[in-house]
Structure formats: C-alpha cells, structure tokens
C-alpha cells in the first residue's frame, strides 16, 4: 500500500472509531437514535470517502445500505462467561488474502437470549494491538444477508458497543456485513463454528 492509500485507510478508521464513540452516547439514552445516526454515518462514509468498499456507481452509494427496522428487543448487555472446558486455549488461523492469516484466541463467550437462544464466541484477535471480535453467522446468511456471515464487534478496527464491568453491549440491530460483501478483493476474516446459530437474525444490514 502506497503512502496515499496508508492515510486513506488511517482515516477511514479514525472516521469509523469516532461514529461509534457518538454512537455510544447517544445510544446510552436512546438506542434506536442511536443506531439511525450510526447508519447515517455509514451512508456517508460508504459514499463519499475514498476507502469506501463500494465500486463507483454503486447504487447502494446514493440509496444508503439496507437494514432491518431497529428492534429494541435484540440489545442487550451480556456477562463475558468463561469459556467452556472443552475449548481450552484452542487458537483458530482465519485465511485473510494477501495479509496472511488472522489468529484468533478464545476470549470468552456470551449467550444470546432469545429469540437466537445460543452461546456464541468472543475472540481476541492475536495482532498487533489485539481487539475483540465477534462475528455471527445466522439463520438469515446466505439468503437475506451476506452467506459469509456478519460483524457485530470489531474493536480493532473502532466498532464496539461498550458495556459496563465484565460485560459487552450486544445489539444486534448493529449487525453489518464486512468489505467482502461488496468487493471480492478484500479478504474477511468469516465467523467460524462456534458463531454460526441456526436461528435467523432478522436485525442489522441486510442484502436489500
């Protein structure tokens, strides 16, 4: 990456870092304004700045990305339980391309009340600075949203919903698809086994 695509993609995360941040707040006393202003911010981002995934003329570009009408029922703040025995200090190696392989360690899980009524992973990713992740492959992947699965935290990349002591704010109206979705040449790291759930999440982006 040259010198000018460096700054583009630093700002592209110092942009995406702050939109949380407001998100957080406003979220703090009214999560569904919250979460318009998060895809306002989205919209514009997605538009006009030049790390944008979408290809020029995209329509998605004028129209802004598709969502699920916000469902208050799917936030939650969620205790990070210990792992189960059986997963012990297992490391998982996701292919990312031309990057190599992203490590990710066990960090804990968090169970999803219903209507998804499953345990799901949080990792760690083992990189420079690290941060959680945690990505959820639904019931709706593959026919209402990306067949890869979706993000909900990335916190290496300024995508957290915060959460009190031991525990992460889960929203899943927050759910989005990664850059792959949109363009074959970025690489994704996909949710693997443990955050695949059958149930569908019918919340956060979808394919249109």
């Known amino acids: 990456m040259n010198g000018t695509g460096a700054l583009q ?86 292919p990312t391309g031309a990057d190599g392989t992203t490590t990710l360690r066990p960090a804990g899980r968090v169970r999803l009340p219903a209507p998804v009524e499953a345990a799901v992973g949080v990792w760690w990713l083992a990189q420079y600075a690290g941060g959680l992740f945690l990505p959820l492959r639904d019931g709706t992947s593959g026919t209402t949203s990306y067949g890869g699965g979706r993000y909900l935290l990335d916190t290496a990349k300024g995508a957290d919903l915060g959460g009190g002591d031991g525990a992460l704010v889960v929203d899943l109206n927050f759910l989005y698809h990664p850059s792959c979705r949109y ?26």
């Open 9 to 94: 993609l630093t700002d592209w995360r110092r942009r995406v870092g702050e939109l949380y941040a407001v998100t957080r707040t406003a979220c703090a006393t009214d999560p569904e304004g919250g979460h318009a202003l998060w895809r306002s911010g989205r919209d514009a981002l997605f538009r006009d700045h030049p790390q944008s995934p979408l290809a020029p003329g995209d329509p998605l570009r004028d129209t802004g990305l598709p969502y699920w009408p916000y469902d208050p029922a799917l936030r939650f703040e969620l205790p990070l339980l210990p792992l189960l025995p059986a997963a012990g200090d297992a490391e998982l190696g996701l």
């Open 183 to 208: 363009d074959a040449a970025w690489q994704c790291p996909l949710a693997p086994a443990g955050n695949v759930v059958g149930a569908p999440v019918r919340a956060g982006e979808r394919l249109g």
